[in-house]
């Protein structure tokens, strides 16, 4: 059984940074395919950054392009987002995702296996 436990989130104002971790279990991290979603009361849940199981690709919503900078560690079964200029529109609960399939890379939620439990994000302004 593959888990996800986010951790990272919390308050800050806008303009400050946060960096949110995700530990997941599993022997074949190096395999997954990992992403952060995110979503705000009343909306749908939506795609902020993605790596691919490799490390080498990148992928962002236009939305935290130039902000946040998704990174994994692989020796140690990780994925990071770091979130700088945080603005109020960013505040939301934020999940961590893997793909398990073999995917190179995951940008929606129907090519999720596995989610985390999500880790709230609060911007003041």
């Known amino acids: 059984q593959v888990q996800l436990v986010e951790s990272g989130g919390g308050l800050v104002q806008a303009g400050g940074s946060l960096r949110l971790s995700c530990a997941v279990s599993?022997?074949?991290?190096?395999?997954?395919?990992m992403a952060w979603f995110r979503q705000a009361p009343g909306k749908e849940r939506e795609f902020v950054a993605g790596?691919?199981?490799?490390?080498?690709?990148?992928y962002y919503a236009d939305s935290v392009k130039g902000r946040f900078t998704i990174s994994r560690d692989n020796a140690k079964n990780t994925v990071y987002l770091q979130m700088d200029s945080l603005k109020p529109e960013d505040a939301a609960i934020y999940y961590c995702?893997?793909?398990?399939?073999?995917?190179?890379?995951?940008?929606?939620?129907?090519?999720?296996?596995?989610w985390g439990q999500g880790t709230q994000v609060t911007v003041s302004s």
């Open positions: 790596i691919s199981w490799s490390g080498e690709r990148f």
């Open positions: 995702a893997a793909n398990a399939r073999g995917l190179y890379y995951v940008t929606t939620p129907d090519e999720v296996d596995y």
């Open positions: 599993g022997r074949i991290f190096s395999s997954y395919a």
